[in-house]
DNA sequence: GTAATATATGAACAGATGTTCAAATGTTCG
DNA sequence: CGAACATTTGAACATCTGTTCATATATTAC
């Protein structure tokens, strides 16, 4: 609506292409959601703490002491994590242990390696 | 340095695994570049941009009006995803045409896809 | 050259995000 | 039970990020 107020308001639009991609879009939601996932790779502490994760299961305590950093901050980060089911937990004593949930930690990973090193 | 100030002060750490893990993690710059190529799939016009992308190469202009936004606000995105080598672009005329540079664009969203869809 | 078109850019602003700090929760052990 | 331990939580704060608006650059067409 209001159609072209910033927008291109002249001729460069090409109308064929841009009702046929129109069409091809996923909808709202399935975008959000991906963006939403790749936000979870997209800090240093959380890579950093699934890296750790891909290395071998471990308490908030040894995560925090791994990464030089607060276990409080390290906690916050996990439960976003947890949130987008990339990693879960179960607790073991007095300890709660992290994991990630499957496998698509390492392939996600790995082929954003493969961009960086070209 | 100053261990263990807001850290676990206390016995939880299992060093062993602590000082194993430590040592396989990746250089600190090696996180960061990927966390920052993830970046780019985090936020929604991006992603958008480069759904559209996938579909056909376009001048800033259609891609615009595909996704209901400024054009202004198009271009400061495309050249953030150009300083990351996910687009590249070329001049056509008055036109910048804007294209993927590769195919790692398509690889990473469909890993993402597949964690999504379980 | 000048006007028109397509895109880029910079500063400013608003909203999102990550860390810190202090305090709360929940578990184990004596 | 109460003390100690491991983790969580919430509010506050600072930083980062994306969009807007106004303006600048660059190409084409006349």
Redesign the interface.
Known sequence: MADDM???E?Q???KD??E???K???DEE???????????????T???IM??LL??E??V??I???L?????AISHQLRILKSS??ITSRREG??IIYFLA?D?VR???N??????F?
Do not use: N, W
């Open positions: 910033q927008l291109c002249t460069c639009v090409h292409i841009v046929k991609v129109k091809l879009l996923p399935a975008i959000y959601d991906l963006a939403d996932l790749f936000k979870m790779f997209g800090d240093t959380r890579m950093k890296y750790v290395e071998s471990m308490c305590c040894d925090a002491e791994i030089g950093m607060t276990q409080s089911k990339l007095k300890s499957d698509h392939s996600i990973v082929q954003g390696m493969e961009h960086i070209e």
